[in-house]
């Protein structure tokens, strides 16, 4: 089975700082990667995914995550967030071969202005 | 553009009360989920949905659970007999392809049970 760890539950940043939200994955075969945003009272949109190619993916809003293999790793990047970012980050992991998502426990981003 | 809509937005049901959760994929997806999400935790796959049979689900999706496409639009979700634990974020989606295509997910359900 899947887990998926997302080491920071709330992350606190000032506007126009950058952030950088951890997540790590564990499986013995090969996944795809996403992370998902999560606004108050809304469903979850997807940011970006990782399906195979280059490690480095962009995704909407600015962010963009690494895929590290050997770390089993997918961190969440953006070089300068604003107000807007504050939301629920959710990063997901699927087998290639399986019809079945995992998802973390969430980091809660907030923005300071 | 298109999205995925769910129906109640919120439902208060008694225990042991049967409840369906209705949702509208995407007119020309092919591949339906639902998840849940307990107040504070993290989203939990339930169950997959292709070609009118259910192609994964998750140690949640017990025989409470069962879930249908009555009809060429609607994805329903039904709890059999609910439980206080059952209380949640309800979220359907659907994909149009298997490769890992974007989910589109619903604004979600909130399920309370009493």
């Known amino acids: 089975a899947q887990s998926v760890t997302q080491l920071d539950s709330q992350v606190p940043v000032f506007e126009e700082a950058p952030v950088e939200l951890r997540c790590n994955y564990s499986s013995s075969v090969s996944v795809y990667l996403f992370w998902y945003v999560q606004y108050p009272n809304q469903g979850l949109q997807l940011l970006l995914k990782y399906l195979s190619g280059s490690t480095l993916v962009k995704g909407i809003n600015g962010f963009e995550a690494e895929f590290n293999k050997s770390q089993t790793s997918f961190h969440l990047r953006k070089p300068s967030v604003h107000i807007s970012d504050t939301a629920e980050y959710f990063c997901a992991v699927r087998e290639i071969r399986r019809n079945q998502f995992y998802f973390g426990t969430g980091t809660s981003l907030t923005v300071i202005p | 553009e298109p999205e995925v809509t769910q129906t109640p937005s919120h439902q208060v049901t008694q225990m042991g009360q049967e409840v369906i959760l209705r949702c509208v994929p995407i007119s020309n997806h092919l591949y339906f989920y639902w998840y849940r999400q307990i107040l504070g935790q993290k989203v939990e796959f339930l169950v997959s949905?292709?070609?009118?049979?259910?192609?994964?689900k998750s140690e949640i999706f017990d025989d409470q659970f069962s879930v249908e496409r009555p009809d060429g639009s609607n994805f329903t979700l039904k709890i059999r007999s609910t439980k206080l634990e059952d209380s949640a974020m309800y979220f359907c989606a659907s994909t149009s392809g298997l490769v890992a295509d974007t989910q589109y997910f619903g604004p979600g359900t909130r399920l309370t049970v009493l």
């Open positions: 949905f292709y070609n009118n049979e259910i192609s994964e």
